[in-house]
């Protein structure tokens, strides 16, 4: 189920969500997705 739910992140926000280990120890808490996806999202602000 993480993995699907980490896709369907991807797709919605436009960030890749690293490998299978990362993406385990972001489904630990819904915390530490939310500031993991807010970092992503501020990245590309910048970037863009």
């Known amino acids: 189920m993480p993995i699907e739910i980490a896709a369907a992140l991807e797709q919605e926000f436009g ?12 489904f630990e808490s819904a915390g530490t997705l939310v500031r993991y996806l807010r970092g992503k999202m501020e ?3 910048h970037a863009g």
């Open 15 to 26: 960030v890749k969500i690293g490998d299978e280990e990362l993406r385990e120890e972001l």
């Open 43 to 45: 990245c590309q602000r």
